[in-house]
């Protein structure tokens, strides 16, 4: 985790600050395109609103991407290194919850200046987060031992969030989206958290029951079969790396 850190930022100059700095514009520019532009005067606290959407979002695309190309990234360490080869993908994700706690400060920071006060459904956010994590670890797992053989893997993963932008409500309220639409986004684990953590840090209420018990089911199974596929294509690594 300290390497894929030092890595990251190494030779730049503001370093960790990156971590602050782009959500900072994102949430700038949307901020002004919805209350300028295109005002909404039906969602309050904003700018919060936003960071609800661009923290987990930024958090699950790049864990995603840097867990797709781990194996292939550190290659010469699964060489030389007998260390289980699960290690390096799941490290990989776990190294951007640092930026993770860099970004979430940012936002209760924002969410407190606003005048949203701290209650005591905030004690649901550890339980939401790692439903998260578990669920980007699946996908690093099994697209990590793809790319190995299949290296166009991560321009599919970097086309597929640019996707998924649009189809986690970032932007717009869940009450904009159609009916019939509900229960696909609540099988999406990065929408079905953007709900809840608004649910829980704007309105102060708990998760819907069946959002969570989706969220979780979705993510342990992902997780399982990623494990699984992971463990069946690992044997094979050495040969192709």
Not at 1 to 27: A, C, E, H, Q, T
Request: glycine content about 6%.
């Amino acid at each position: 985790m300290l390497k894929d850190f030092r890595i990251r930022y190494r030779n730049m100059s503001l370093g960790v600050l990156w971590s602050l700095l782009n959500p900072l514009v994102m949430m700038g520019v949307l901020t002004f395109v919805f209350t300028r532009i295109f005002p909404n005067p039906n969602i309050p606290h904003f700018a919060g609103f936003v960071l609800c959407g661009i923290v987990p979002f930024n958090f699950f695309t790049v864990s995603w991407v840097t867990g797709t190309t781990s194996i292939v990234d550190n290659a010469g360490l699964i060489k030389r290194v007998p260390v289980p080869r699960e290690i390096v993908p799941i490290t990989s994700v776990l190294s951007n919850c640092v930026h993770l706690l860099v970004q979430m400060g940012l936002l209760f920071s924002v969410l407190l200046i606003s005048g949203v006060s701290v209650n005591r459904q905030w004690l649901w956010l550890p339980l939401v987060w790692a439903m998260q994590i578990v669920f980007v670890c699946g996908l690093a797992l099994f697209f990590s031992a793809v790319n190995v053989f299949i290296r166009d893997t991560r321009y599919l993963v970097e086309s597929a969030c640019t996707v998924l932008f649009w189809l986690v409500p970032i932007m717009y309220p869940f009450e904009w989206i159609p009916k019939k639409y509900i229960p696909l986004y609540e099988l999406n684990p990065v929408a079905a958290q953007v709900m809840s953590l608004r649910r829980i840090l704007l309105a102060g209420e708990s998760p819907v029951g069946s959002t969570l018990a989706k969220l979780a089911g979705v993510s342990v199974g992902v997780f399982l079969f990623g494990l699984l596929v992971f463990r069946r294509l690992k044997p094979m690594f050495y040969e192709r790396i």
